[in-house]
């Protein structure tokens, strides 16, 4: 055969592989989210998310420093809070689950770029991320609580706070709420993107936080639409995002590389609890090797655009990288 292109020549060995690789994934881009809960030494395992632990402080800070040296740029913190109420009262307690975990990772591991979720779900018996008056979802109402929650947070020393309530105007009014108390340094990392999931499923298991009447479709978003989250995206911007995010990650590829073209700013990707679930469960069952379907999975959320990627798996993969890497492909 007389071929002028023959692709296969650039595919020969794993060092010209690795020269024309397009895309690098590494642990600084990982944040690994965490569930933290009351006690001393306490690892509880997380059914629907084998492998996935809800921890309490002095266990957390273990982790994190365990996570630090492994090069993995952040951690995400959600708390597992078994005081709900129905206006989240103890979501911006300053001695609440959250604010103590982060003052204690922040004395341990000062660098470690902790994130903190700020959305009511966990703390609200009825499980929704707003409040709930006359059986609607109300906004402005939510918002300040959402404002008090963030800056509970900023005080006890997170470096970003990460709203995935979905309320509108959020964004803004958390900013202006953290800059009138001196907290300009703090970002916010925000959900902007977030559609209605079935992939949220496990995760709301670990936190025993799913809505106990009705669904989320009337703040998160219709999975059909993508000219949405563009909008949402630049509306949260304008209200003072730093990074803007998608969620999920596997089912919105799509999405995320229409944001990374359209727009110069960081963007965040959440591989969500169903995506990780729905490997484990593969690979227990010997189906899918674990390993490489992680690999595979976090690379074509990078290859789609995301600069940092939020993953159940950001350990495993962190030491996957650092044991092997070069031949994740
Ligand atoms: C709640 C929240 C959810 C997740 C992050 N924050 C669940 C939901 O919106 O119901 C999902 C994370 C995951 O599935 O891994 N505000």
Redesign the pocket.
């Known amino acids: 055969m007389d071929l002028v292109y023959r692709p296969r020549r650039l595919r020969r060995s794993a060092p010209i592989r690795g020269l024309v690789r397009e895309t690098e994934l590494s642990p600084r881009q990982l944040i690994y ?1 965490m569930f933290v809960t009351e006690g001393k030494a306490v690892r509880e395992h997380i059914d629907t998310m084998p492998g996935q632990f809800r921890l309490s402080t002095d266990e957390l800070v273990r982790e994190c420093e365990e996570l630090y040296s492994l090069g993995i740029g952040g951690v995400n913190l ?1 708390g597992y809070s078994i005081e709900k109420d129905d206006l989240a009262s103890k979501s911006y307690d300053s001695a609440g689950l959250v604010q103590r975990a982060v003052r204690a990772i922040k004395k341990a591991v000062p660098e470690l770029c902790v994130q903190t ?1 700020v ?1 009511l ?2 703390y609200t018996t009825h499980g929704h ?1 707003g409040l709930v008056m006359n059986g609607k979802i109300v906004n402005d109402e939510s918002v300040e609580v959402l404002c008090k929650m963030a800056l509970s947070h900023a005080e006890a020393g997170a470096d970003w706070i990460a709203p ?2 979905m309320m509108d105007g959020r964004v803004g009014a958390i900013r202006n709420a953290l800059d009138v108390q001196g907290f300009s340094d703090v970002g916010i990392l925000a ?1 902007s993107a ?1 559609y209605a999931s079935c ?2 499923g ?3 298991g670990a936190l025993q ?1 799913a809505p106990k009447s009705g669904d ?1 479709k009337t703040y ?1 978003m219709d999975p059909a639409n993508t000219r949405e989250a563009l909008r949402e995206i630049s509306l949260d911007l304008d209200e003072g995002a730093d990074v803007v995010m998608i ?2 990650a596997l089912t919105y590829l799509d999405v995320i590389a229409r944001v990374r073209d359209t727009f110069d700013v960081p963007v965040a990707a ?1 591989n ?3 995506e ?1 679930a729905m490997v484990v469960a593969a690979a227990e069952k010997g189906w899918l090797d674990r390993d490489r379907a992680m690999m595979e999975m976090l690379l074509s959320i990078r290859r789609a655009g995301a600069d940092m990627i939020l993953t ?1 798996f950001a350990k495993d993969a962190a030491a996957y990288l650092r044991a092997d890497y070069g031949s994740y492909t």
């Open positions: 989210p959600f979720d959305a779900d966990p991320d995935s309530d959900y977030k992939f949220y496990p995760f709301r936080s989320k998160q969620k999920p959440y969500v609890s169903g990780y159940y």
